[in-house]
């Protein structure tokens, strides 16, 4: 059996996010699984040279290797997530590929938009993801506060 593909979509624009995806990585990494994260596998085209090629070659990269996996994993920041990540979970979504959405929001006022929740297989939390079973996927709704 071939190892699981999982493409890791989060933002990591702060030490928070920063903190937040490196930690996912370490889970999954150690889980055995092999995992495309975006951060670890950036585009090299100078962004201040070309930003029109960065931009493309980035789009192109991080939707190929979603096509790729066999499931994507969310970090969910909640409501005011980044949109890029958003946009990567509803692609998946559309092409058929389950979602984990990992919920690491800091705030539980934030909340949850239910376009996020409501597509996602499962809602887990960080700490969960270490013994989240890929195998037989089980669902879980989101309970928390909804937008």
Request: charged share 25%; with cysteine.
């Amino acid at each position: 059996m071939s190892k699981l593909k999982i493409y890791l979509a989060s933002p990591f624009f702060n030490d928070y996010e920063l903190e937040c995806v490196k930690r996912a990585e370490e889970i999954l990494f150690s889980r055995g699984f092999d995992v495309f994260s975006p951060r670890l596998h950036e585009v090299r085209v100078d962004m201040d040279k070309n930003p029109a090629l960065w931009s493309r070659q980035t789009f192109e990269n991080d939707r190929r290797f979603i096509d790729w996996a066999d499931v994507v994993v969310m970090l969910y920041h909640g409501a005011y997530s980044d949109s890029g990540t958003a946009w990567e979970a509803g692609y998946a979504c559309g092409t058929h590929k389950p979602v984990v959405a990992v919920h690491v929001g800091s705030d539980p006022e934030n909340g949850s938009n239910l376009m996020v929740h409501e597509s996602s297989r499962t809602n887990i939390t960080l700490g969960e993801l270490e013994d989240y079973d890929f195998e037989l996927m089980p669902s879980k709704p989101y309970t928390g506060k909804m937008l």
